[in-house]
Structure formats: structure tokens, C-alpha cells
């Protein structure tokens, strides 16, 4: 067996634990599940609804896929720097690093920019866990 060099998981615990968050994510029902942006000091950027089901666990890998909302409209102004998943109380279940990009990259969401202003467009391109 090789040495790791960082935190390796059994991919059945994986999906077991994604599994468990889905669940409590959908505990309150599908629906009023968001992703809301805030900058480094904490103030709200833009709260989005979540599609529905708002997440999906790959069967073979683990990863959780949250379901982006898409575009949303900006309700502050700064640069998001993460984001909380909250359920349908609006109890956060994860919060995550935001990256600027178009394709998916494991624990960050990635956004189509990362300075908002409001009244701006923003686009959650990916969600993902692994």
C-alpha cells in the first residue's frame, strides 16, 4: 500500500457520509434549501433557492453534487469568499470556499465571479464534495 500524503477516506464511508448529509440537507423538505454568498466579513451577498432535489451522491465515487441554483441576483456588494448550504430553516448544513472558474472543483463553489455588486447577475457554475 502507498503511503498517503494527505486524509484518505474509504470510498464506502464516503458515500455513506454524503449520503447522511443529502438526508439531513432534505430533513426539512426539498424545497427552501439555499446557497447564500458572503464576503470575508461576513456580511450577505445574494441567497439563492436551490434546485430540487438540491443534492445527488454518486453511487461509485461519493461525491455530492449540490444542484445549483444558477443565476441569482445580488442583494450586497463585495467579494464572495464562501458560501453556506442552509436547509429549509435556514440552518447552514456546510459552508465552502468560493473560486472563480466554469468547471467543477471538489469542496469550493465555483462562481462565475467572485466581485459582486447589486442588482449584478452572479451564477453558481458547480457545488461538489468529495
Do not use: F
Not at 33 to 58: E, F, H, R
Not at 65 to 85: D, K
Not at 87 to 93: E, V
Not at 102 to 107: G, I, M, Y
Amino acid at each position: 500500500m502507498t503511503v498517503p500524503t494527505s486524509t484518505e477516506y474509504s470510498t464506502a464511508y464516503v458515500i455513506a457520509a454524503n449520503t447522511a448529509l443529502k438526508t439531513l440537507l432534505e430533513a426539512e423538505g426539498t424545497s427552501g434549501c439555499t446557497i447564500k454568498l458572503y464576503d470575508s466579513a461576513d456580511t450577505l451577498l445574494s441567497s439563492s433557492p436551490m434546485t430540487d432535489p438540491p443534492a445527488s451522491v454518486n453511487g461509485t465515487t461519493g461525491e455530492l453534487t449540490l444542484s445549483a441554483p444558477g443565476v441569482s441576483i445580488a442583494t450586497g456588494a463585495g467579494r464572495a469568499a464562501y458560501g453556506s448550504v442552509c436547509d429549509a430553516l435556514g440552518a447552514y448544513a456546510l459552508r465552502l470556499p468560493c473560486e472563480r472558474g466554469t468547471v467543477a472543483v471538489p469542496n469550493k463553489l465555483v462562481l462565475s465571479q467572485l466581485t459582486v455588486i447589486v442588482g449584478a447577475e452572479i451564477t453558481i457554475g458547480s457545488a461538489t464534495i468529495l
